[in-house]
T-cell receptor, first 115, second 111 residues
C-alpha cells in the first residue's frame, strides 16, 4: 500500500530558529502533497498544497514566508518553519495522493514545540 | 467554499450498540466524501470513501445527496472502535483536490 514517511516525529527548537520537516512518499510518486496543521483537540487545517517542480499554493491566512514549502522531487516535500515562535507550536501533518487512487495517505505527523 | 460539519464532538456508546457518526457537507456539486480514523497515537487512516461503497471493519457510509450527508454507521460497536473519526470531502471529480475536514468526533465504546 501507499506509505508516507514524515520526519522528525517531534522537535523542540528555540524561538527564532528554523525547523525543517520532511515528507516522503516511499512506494509511489506524489506530484501533489498537502501540508496540514492541527491544534490540540481540533481538526486539520490545510496550510498549503505542494506541487512538484513548482511553487506551493498557500491557503488564505498562511504566511508563505514563514512556512516555506519545497517539492523538489516526486517523492519528497519539505516544510520549513522559519524564525519560529511559540505560537507556531503545533502538530504538522503531510499527506499525498497517488495518481489514479482516490484516497489520501497521511504521514505520522510532527509535533513542533518552540520554546 | 466547501464545508464539512460533524455536529457531535463526543459520542459514547456501549459495546454491541449501534453507532452513527453524523457528517454533512455543503458543496453542491459532486464531491468525493471520505471517512478517516485516527486511533490513539497513530496517523490518520482511510476508513471509507463513498466511491468504493465498501464496508471496512463493519462500518458503512451512504452518500445522501438530498440531505448532503455522509453518515458513518456500524450496527454493533466494539471497544477497539474507540478513536477520533473525521469526515472529509474534496470538490469532486478525479482531480487532486484539497481535502476539507470536519471537526472530528471522538467515539468512545464502553465495555
Amino acid at each position: 500500500g501507499a506509505v508516507v514517511s514524515q520526519h522528525p516525529s517531534w522537535v523542540i527548537c528555540k524561538s527564532g530558529t528554523s525547523v525543517k520537516i520532511e515528507c516522503r512518499s516511499l512506494d509511489f510518486q506524489a506530484t501533489t502533497m498537502f501540508w496540514y496543521r492541527q491544534f490540540p483537540k481540533q481538526s486539520l487545517m490545510l496550510m498549503a498544497t505542494s506541487n512538484e517542480g513548482s511553487k506551493a499554493t498557500y491557503e488564505q491566512g498562511v504566511e508563505k514566508d514563514k512556512f516555506l514549502i519545497n517539492h523538489a522531487s516526486l517523492t519528497l516535500s519539505t516544510l520549513t518553519v522559519t524564525s519560529a515562535h511559540p505560537e507556531d507550536s503545533s502538530f504538522y501533518i503531510c499527506s499525498a495522493r497517488r495518481q489514479g487512487d482516490y484516497g489520501y495517505t497521511f504521514g505520522s505527523g510532527t509535533r513542533l514545540t518552540v520554546v | 467554499a466547501q464545508r464539512v460539519t460533524q455536529p457531535e464532538k463526543l459520542l459514547s456508546v456501549f459495546k454491541g450498540a449501534p453507532v452513527e457518526l453524523k457528517c454533512n457537507y455543503s458543496y453542491s456539486g459532486s464531491p468525493e466524501l471520505f471517512w478517516y480514523v485516527q486511533y490513539s497515537r497513530q496517523r490518520l487512516q482511510l476508513l471509507l470513501r463513498h466511491i468504493s461503497r465498501e464496508s471496512i471493519k463493519g462500518f458503512t457510509a451512504d452518500l445522501n445527496k438530498g440531505e448532503t450527508s455522509f453518515h458513518l454507521k456500524k450496527p454493533f460497536a466494539q471497544e477497539e472502535d474507540s478513536a477520533m473519526y473525521y469526515c472529509a470531502s474534496t470538490a469532486g471529480g478525479t482531480s487532486y483536490g484539497k481535502l476539507t475536514f470536519g471537526q472530528g468526533t471522538i467515539l468512545t465504546v464502553h465495555p
